[in-house]
């Protein structure tokens, strides 16, 4: 049976990953936005279903949903969203583009969304609830914890261990062998060369 998926978050993220279901055939029921009038449109024809109290009263064993909050710094609300949804037993779709290449070996935990043109080389490990965002590289042998943001153009090289709740920024790279820890935040751009403690945050 074709998995049932409803989107929470009506904004940029969510129509994005609407945009890659869409391609991949999935069957999208809508949008759960507590903010927006039900019956908005916010990709093709899919709209707002209503707020967190419409999912309860769809009772097919079918359904899947996506986390379509995205990832700022400032921002634990995508961790939350889905560490609620996951209390409550539903359970979360990953999302791969079609242009995102996944090698031999990988290995991609509930709720992993793989962005188009991202790369993941053999050995990869991504955790829950992830994004691997637009032309990101993820190379051999390297670990993304949990609720952690890849940001667009990012290269983590080659065994490379990224902790939990992280955020590395658009264009940053890791070189090979740094093990990065949880909640640290890497500014656009930036070089890491080194190991980085956790909570830490680096701006350019």
């Known amino acids: 049976m074709k998995k049932q998926i409803i989107i929470l978050g009506a904004g940029g993220h969510a129509k994005v990953l609407a ?16 903010d927006t009038p039900v ?6 024809q899919a709209s707002v279903l209503g707020g967190d109290d419409y999912i309860s009263s769809v009772s097919d064993e079918n359904l899947f949903i996506v986390n379509g909050i995205g990832h700022m710094p400032s921002s634990s609300l995508r961790k939350e969203i889905f560490v609620k949804y996951q209390d409550l037993n539903y359970l979360f779709a990953n999302v791969n583009h079609p242009t995102a290449y996944i090698a031999e070996e990988c290995t991609i935990c509930e709720g992993a969304q793989l962005m188009a043109g ?3 080389q053999p050995g990869a490990n991504i955790g829950k609830n992830v994004i691997i965002n637009t032309g990101s590289k993820i190379d051999h042998d390297t670990i993304i914890g949990d609720h952690s943001h ?3 153009g990012a290269t983590i090289c080659g065994d490379v261990s990224i902790g939990k709740n992280c955020f590395i920024g658009a264009g940053a790279t890791i070189i090979q062998g740094v093990d ?16 980085i403690s956790a909570e830490c945050v680096y701006t350019g």
């Open 39 to 44: 019956g908005q449109k916010v990709f093709l």
């Open 180 to 195: 990065v820890g949880d909640n640290v935040v890497i500014g656009a751009g930036l070089t890491v060369l080194k190991n």
């Open 150 to 152: 890849i940001a667009p």
């Open 19 to 34: 945009s890659a279901l869409d391609l991949n055939g999935e069957n999208i029921l809508g949008f759960l936005a507590p």
């Open 118 to 120: 991202s790369i993941l």
